[in-house]
């Protein structure tokens, strides 16, 4: 039998496929997204992978009115990142910058590839105080329910740690 990677791209979509704590996930499995954590001085930048139905609950350019309207509510959301990440109150971070990559977010991509396409999110914020910068409560699970596991990687002053988060279990503490 001849597999095509086009079939074990299709696999790994259609498959829960268990993946080891710690291990990043950068493999395109719906239910599950990224989520890179990186603290250096007082930045903190955050770097968010999911494949977009997660967010949006499909994965081609939006035909209808109604996916049109799902590209812009989940656009409208991650311009929110306040709601969606929080970090240590003590901390005093604000945003300094917030990108957005996705295939459906331009319109001058009329199509999405194989069928499969991701949002890739960077956030950064400026933390007055990064010693008191101790966890992040992530809302992402609230803000889109078809998300179910989000796989953490940390990085900052006190080394690295990995976490995987879901709906049940929101915190990243380092
Ligand atoms: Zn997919």
Known sequence: MNHSPWCFIIAICLLPLPVAAGEPAAAHVHGAASLQVAIDGKNLTLNFESPL???????????????????????ERLHQPASLFTASPAAACALLSLKLESPVLEPTKPSVGDGHADLDGEFVFRCEHPEALRALEVGLFQAFPRLQRVDVQVAGPRGQSAVRLSPQQRRIAW
């Open 53 to 75: 139905n997660n967010l949006v609950g499909f994965e081609h350019a939006p035909r209808t009115e109604k996916q049109k309207a799902a590209v812009r509510a989940m656009a």
